[in-house]
Every structure is written in C-alpha cells, then in structure tokens.
Nanobody, 126 residues
Framework: QVHLVESGGGSVQPGGSLRLSCAVS????????MGWFRQAPGKEREFVAC????????DYGDSVKGRFTIFTDMAKNTVNLQMNSLKPDDTAVYYC???????????????????WGQGTQVTVSS
C-alpha cells in the first residue's frame, strides 16, 4: 500500500503564494505518474497538474497554467506544487495522487490514479 501525505496548505490573500508538498511512502517517484487535483465546495474534483518522471513530461489544467508549477524532489521523494498569483477561485481541498499505469492519454482523469492523499485545504481570501 502506498501512502501519500500532503502538507503546506493554509490561508493566503489574493495574489499570494503557497507551496504544497506530497510525500510518497513507498517506492520511488520514478515508479509513478504523480498528479494534483482540487475540489471546491459544491464542485467536482478538477485536474490541476501532473508529472511523468519517466517521460520528463508535465501538464497543467487550463485554469492554473502560468501560475502553478509542479516539480519533484527525488532526494525527499516528494512532488510539490508551487502556487503563485493565487485567486479566490483557487480555494479548494488539494489532493495528491499517484498512478502506477502512467498512461499519458488519460493523465487528467481521476480514474488514472491508484492512490490518493487525504487532502489539504487552501483558502484564498482577503
């Protein structure tokens, strides 16, 4: 069983920044495709970003392109999400996810991912 543990959530004013981190308990990041999703109250869970280490490929959801950056720290076995220029619409619970299938064609689908973290709250408000 793989455990994913997110950290780094919190409250920030519009225009501010936060960095989320997701620690993988088993194996190496090389073994997985890693993704971030978010879910706002009353809305469906939405794809935010993903990284496929073996393909050196990254993708972002349209609403976060140019503001968010996903990157890995292989020494710490973590995948991180740097969030800049935050907006109130970014308020959500953010989830880390890992896929053993690493299928680029379905990278944005929740069903692609086998393991999920418990989520961390991000609130953007003045």
């Amino acid at each position: 069983q793989v455990h994913l543990v997110e950290s780094g959530g919190g409250s920030v004013q519009p225009g501010g920044s936060l960095r989320l981190s997701c620690a993988v308990s088993r194996g190496s990041l090389r073994d997985y495709a890693m993704g971030w999703f978010r879910q706002a109250p009353g809305k469906e869970r939405e794809f935010v970003a993903c990284v496929f280490w073996t393909r050196s490929m990254i993708d972002y959801g349209d609403s976060v392109k140019g503001r968010f950056t996903i990157f890995t720290d292989m020494a710490k076995n973590t995948v991180n999400l740097q969030m800049n220029s935050l907006k109130p619409d970014d308020t959500a619970v953010y989830y880390c996810a890992a896929s053993i299938w690493r299928d680029w064609n379905i990278r944005k689908l929740q069903s692609h991912y086998d393991y999920w973290g418990q989520g961390t709250q991000v609130t953007v408000s003045s």
